[in-house]
């Protein structure tokens, strides 16, 4: 089976410090998208950041920024300077068209 | 537009009765898909539609499931004899047509289902 292992069941950080989520993933095709969605509580998903896998540069958004390593098949969400907004589930996913999803990673901020 | 829409929201039935769901994707994206998200675990793949077209179905997609999407607009999601292991949030998600955009698929805020 293809599948997202995101092996964190929890995570905890303090407020304006810096945690990294991690995720590996399975895939035998060569090009691909993997995702970070942000899913708060009772409240619907949403896309944190994409990552093409052809491309060797890791992806960014302002506070969020990926490393992704193709070979080991690795890609962990890193999110700086942590706000209180920030908590919520963590949910990495690969795309073959639909997404697979990871368990999730719940991720609370300590002010 | 104000993204994709699900309703209702919430449902709560009794076991054996058919439940219904709606999902209004966003205007312009002709693909739309529906995930299942059980407590404590990440959505799983229901089924796939390309504008009207059913084109993929999960092994999770019982005979009591049904899925349409007569127009290649809004869809529907109907379960059959509901049973327990039938609760769980139902998400509909949608994305524009291959090569448009990045790729990303837009959910909505789910239906969340409670089989008594």
């Known amino acids: 089976a293809q599948t997202v292992t995101q092996s964190q069941p929890e995570m905890s950080v303090q407020e304006a410090e810096t945690v990294t989520l991690s995720c590996t993933y399975d895939t035998s095709e060569s090009d691909y998208y993997l995702f970070w969605y942000k899913q708060p509580p009772s409240r619907q998903m949403i896309l944190v950041i994409r990552q093409e896998a052809y491309k060797q540069q890791n992806a960014t958004e302002n506070r969020f920024s990926v490393n992704f390593q193709k070979a080991a098949k690795s890609f962990s969400l890193k999110i700086s300077d942590s706000q209180l907004g920030d908590a919520a589930m963590y949910f990495c996913?690969?795309?073959?068209?639909?997404?697979?999803f990871g368990k999730g990673t719940k991720l609370s901020v300590k002010p | 537009d104000t993204g994709v829409s699900q309703n209702p929201r919430h449902k709560i039935t009794k076991r054996g009765q058919n439940v219904t769901f709606r999902c209004d994707p966003i205007?312009?994206?002709?693909?739309l898909y529906w995930y299942r998200q059980t407590l404590g675990q990440g959505p799983e793949f229901l089924t796939y539609?390309?504008?009207?077209?059913?084109?993929?179905k999960s092994r999770l997609l019982s005979d009591r499931f049904s899925a349409e999407r007569p127009k290649g607009s809004f869809s529907t999601l109907e379960i059959q004899r509901t049973e327990q292991g039938d609760s769980a949030m139902y998400l509909c998600?949608?994305?524009?047509?291959?090569?448009?955009?990045?790729?990303?698929?837009?959910f909505g805020p789910g239906t969340r289902l409670t089989v008594l």
């Open positions: 539609f390309q504008n009207e077209a059913q084109l993929e």
């Open positions: 205007s312009e994206h002709n693909r």
């Open positions: 998600a949608s994305s524009p047509p291959q090569g448009v955009g990045n790729n990303e698929q837009f």
């Open positions: 996913a690969r795309s073959q068209g639909n997404l697979i």
